[in-house]
């Protein structure tokens, strides 16, 4: 076998920076089932009143009549699927009226307290949240720390940190269930 005879650059490792692993991507998949579950126990008409793509409507209608459990899984992971093409803010907004502001406002201040204190704050959180997972928060905070660095403008942090709250509100009403 032949040897690379060129070295790794700082631009190979620049283009592959935010790309997630097949696990990652397996995981935000399951994540995302999960919830499209929390999705369909939503009544017909707040699901036809989602601001989402008909195939996604009609795929949570279509959960609702589907007895078998293995269907069912298919396609909550069909559901999974769609969503990723959506703006999980708008997603996660239909979903936290079942958290509450209380709740809200706790994960806001979890953001704050990981961004600052980082590993012993992130582990603090997922003995709390058993679906959180300490790669993508991690992942997170050093976007928003080198964002910090590099002195980026307000909007660019408060977007990252937006980032980090989406996840860390998909794992706090995963692990509320």
């Known amino acids: 076998m032949a040897r690379r005879t060129q070295r790794f650059t700082e631009e190979d490792f ?11 991507q397996k995981k935000a998949v399951q994540r995302m089932a999960a919830l499209g579950e929390q999705l369909a126990e939503l009544s017909a008409k707040q699901i036809k009143n989602l601001p989402v793509e008909e195939r996604l409507i009609e795929a949570l209608e279509d959960v609702k009549l589907i007895t078998s459990g293995e269907a069912r899984r298919r396609q909550f992971l069909r559901i999974g699927k ?42 603090e959180f997922m003995k709390a949240h ?19 660095t590099k002195k980026a403008s307000e909007e660019e942090i408060a977007a990252s940190k ?5 996840y860390i509100q998909q794992v706090a009403l995963i692990s509320d269930n």
């Open 14 to 24: 620049d283009s592959l920076e935010g790309r997630a692993s097949k696990t990652e």
């Open 162 to 166: 937006l980032k980090l709250f989406n």
């Open 82 to 123: 769609l969503l990723r093409n959506e703006d999980e803010t708008v997603i996660l907004s239909y979903l936290t009226p079942k958290q509450g502001a209380k709740k809200t406002a706790q994960l806001n201040r979890w953001v704050d307290r990981m961004v600052v204190q980082g590993d012993p704050a992130i582990k």
């Open 130 to 148: 058993n679906a959180a997972e300490h790669h993508p928060i991690r992942q997170h905070i050093l976007r928003i720390n080198r964002d910090i």
